[in-house]
Structures are given as structure tokens and as C-alpha cells.
């Protein structure tokens, strides 16, 4: 199993598992909240068939990587990337973002440019500022995050359920874009993240991305379900799409949060209209 080494706790190495496959043009798929890089098979499949270099990774707390009791922030997020484009030496790459991992996209762009970069998708995105201040009235009330978080303390596994119902808005799509199967997947998926990890990274989802936005200089893909019942779509994907002057957004009617899984097709031919084949890519 690979993996990079991006900090220490305690003496211990703190260790990012990845998974590496396919050549070509690289692509980084950055996984949302409380799940890790293996709910992006549906993507990775398509990408690999259309001639790219795949690279996932679990963020640190989440899947097969360590589980410090720190460094869920934004920041550190963004330095923990930087070390796995700078180790595997990764040159013209297209980073993808979904929900949480929106954020690595947007804060990496934003502090250590686009040097690697050419281009970004971000599938449900955090980005601009999910937090109602006096200077943005288009955000959420602080009182929802702190539920989410007396929640998690209280019951993580009953609060991963009431996610994974939102994720998928799952009594409208059961048995149609979702299966009991794979909404038990992702939970078992979400289940085995670290508890501090689950729990301060909804903190995590407070950043204000506004003041990285202008050094964005790549186009960027946005796409989004206009049914997201975890990240508003106005204040979220619709607004950030004005914000940036490179931007083309793509609003997937009644879809929900879950894009990835749900509306794979839609996603992934999204995807690859942006970034192109690989023969385009290199010509």
C-alpha cells in the first residue's frame, strides 16, 4: 500500500494512503466528507477508460490514512496535498473536488498556485463561505454547524445515517439512483473515520474561501444538483460560479448532494467534455 508522509504526532509518522493508476494526464481525486477515495470507483473507471492517470487519496483522519488528533483545517489540508503533488511529481494535472474536497481544490490553488495545476473540477462545492456573517448574508446560521457537531459527539453512527439520508436525499431516490446496498457502503465507508476527524472537521467547513478566489487563474468546472440537501446550491455552486471569471457551471437538475454515485454519467461525461481525452489533451 502506498503512502506519503506529511507530519508526525507524538514520534509516530502521520501517513496519506493513495492509489496510483493508469498514465497519461494526471487527474487527483479529492473524496467528500466522512468517506475516503473509494467513493470515486465510478469516476476512476471512466477516467482510466478515457486514457488518464488516476491518482485517490484518503485525507488524513479517513480511510486507510493515519487518524492524528489534529491538522483538520484547511491549511494543513492544502500542505498535505502539496506534499503528494510534489513527491509523485505531478505536472499538468487536473484537480477534482467533491464537497469537502472542493475545499483542498479551492485553498491549494489559492496558496501554492497553479504551477501543476491546469485545470479544476469542484462537484458540489463549499466554496465561497458557508457561514451567515454580517458581510454574508448568503450564508447558513452558525446554530446548524453546532447541531452537527452535538450530534456527532452524541452518536456519530446515528448522525452518519442522518447524513448518508441528506447525501442521497435517499426516501426520494432509494431504489432508483441509489441502492440499500451502496447507501450501506457508504456508510460503513463513513464509519470507519476517525471520530476526532468527523467531528472537527465540520469547523473545517467554516472557511472562508472568498479571499482565494481571485488567485484562481485556471478554468474551473462546477458542478452541482440544484436538490443538494447538504450544500445549498444557491449559496453554494450558483454563487460561486459568479465569482470566478473562468468558470463553467453545470446544474444537474433534482440531483442531490451525491452527485458522484448518483449521476455518474452525468458527472463524468461533465469531466471529460472539460479536461478532454487524452489525445486532446496532448495535442
Given at each position: 500500500?502506498?503512502?506519503?508522509?506529511?507530519?508526525?504526532?507524538?514520534?509516530?509518522?502521520?501517513?496519506?494512503?493513495?492509489?496510483?493508476?493508469?498514465?497519461?494526464?494526471?487527474?487527483?481525486?479529492?473524496?467528500?466528507?466522512?468517506?475516503?477515495?473509494?467513493?470515486?470507483?465510478?469516476?476512476?473507471?471512466?477516467?482510466?477508460?478515457?486514457?488518464?492517470?488516476?491518482?485517490?487519496?484518503?485525507?488524513?483522519?479517513?480511510?486507510?490514512?493515519?487518524?492524528?488528533?489534529?491538522?483538520?483545517?484547511?491549511?494543513?489540508?492544502?500542505?498535505?496535498?502539496?506534499?503528494l503533488m510534489?513527491?509523485?511529481?505531478?505536472?499538468?494535472a487536473i484537480?477534482?473536488?467533491?464537497?469537502?474536497?472542493?475545499?483542498?481544490?479551492?485553498?491549494?490553488?489559492?496558496?501554492?498556485?497553479?504551477?501543476?495545476?491546469?485545470?479544476?473540477?469542484?462537484?458540489?462545492?463549499?466554496?465561497?463561505?458557508?457561514?451567515?456573517?454580517?458581510?454574508?448574508?448568503?450564508?447558513?446560521?452558525?446554530?446548524?454547524?453546532?447541531?452537527?457537531?452535538?450530534?456527532?459527539?452524541?452518536?456519530?453512527?446515528?448522525?452518519?445515517?442522518?447524513?448518508?439520508?441528506?447525501?442521497?436525499?435517499?426516501?426520494?431516490?432509494?431504489?432508483?439512483?441509489?441502492?440499500?446496498?451502496?447507501?450501506?457502503?457508504?456508510?460503513?465507508?463513513?464509519?470507519?473515520?476517525?471520530?476526532?476527524?468527523?467531528?472537527?472537521?465540520?469547523?473545517?467547513?467554516?472557511?472562508?474561501?472568498?479571499?482565494?478566489?481571485?488567485?484562481?487563474?485556471?478554468?474551473?468546472?462546477?458542478?452541482?444538483?440544484?436538490?443538494?440537501?447538504?450544500?445549498?446550491?444557491?449559496?453554494?455552486?450558483?454563487?460561486?460560479?459568479?465569482?470566478?471569471?473562468?468558470?463553467?457551471?453545470?446544474?444537474?437538475?433534482?440531483?442531490?448532494?451525491?452527485?458522484?454515485?448518483?449521476?455518474?454519467?452525468?458527472?463524468?461525461r461533465a469531466?471529460?467534455?472539460?479536461?478532454?481525452?487524452?489525445?486532446?489533451?496532448?495535442?
Open positions: 500500500m502506498p503512502f506519503v508522509t506529511v507530519g508526525t504526532e507524538n514520534g509516530a509518522p502521520i501517513d496519506l494512503y493513495y492509489e496510483d493508476h493508469g498514465s497519461g494526464r494526471p487527474v487527483v481525486l479529492i473524496h467528500g466528507f466522512p468517506f475516503n477515495g473509494a467513493t470515486w470507483e465510478k469516476q476512476t473507471m471512466a477516467l482510466l477508460d478515457a486514457g488518464f492517470r488516476v491518482i485517490t487519496y484518503d485525507r488524513r483522519g479517513f480511510g486507510n490514512s493515519s487518524q492524528p488528533t489534529f491538522g483538520y483545517d484547511y491549511d494543513t489540508f492544502a500542505a498535505d496535498l502539496d506534499v510534489t513527491q509523485l511529481d505531478l505536472r499538468d484537480l477534482v473536488g467533491h464537497s469537502m474536497g472542493t475545499g483542498e481544490v479551492t485553498r491549494y490553488l489559492g496558496a501554492y498556485g497553479s504551477n501543476r495545476v491546469s485545470k479544476a473540477v469542484v462537484l458540489a462545492p463549499l466554496a465561497p463561505f458557508l457561514l451567515k456573517t454580517p458581510d454574508n448574508p448568503e450564508g447558513v446560521e452558525q446554530k446548524l454547524f453546532d447541531g452537527f457537531k452535538q450530534a456527532i459527539m452524541k452518536d456519530r453512527f446515528a448522525y452518519l445515517s442522518s447524513f448518508c439520508d441528506a447525501f442521497f436525499n435517499y426516501q426520494q431516490n432509494k431504489g432508483k439512483l441509489v441502492s440499500e446496498e451502496a447507501y450501506r457502503a457508504h456508510w460503513n465507508i463513513g464509519a470507519r473515520a476517525s471520530a476526532k476527524g468527523t467531528l472537527d472537521c465540520v469547523d473545517a467547513w467554516l472557511t472562508d474561501f472568498r479571499g482565494d478566489l481571485p488567485r484562481i487563474n485556471i478554468p474551473v468546472l462546477i458542478v452541482q444538483g440544484d436538490a443538494d440537501a447538504v450544500l445549498p446550491f444557491p449559496a453554494t455552486g450558483q454563487r460561486l460560479a459568479q465569482m470566478l471569471p473562468d468558470a463553467k457551471l453545470v446544474t444537474l437538475r433534482g440531483a442531490p448532494h451525491g452527485i458522484p454515485w448518483t449521476h455518474a454519467a452525468e458527472v463524468n469531466i471529460t467534455e472539460f479536461i478532454g481525452t487524452r489525445a486532446m489533451a496532448h495535442a
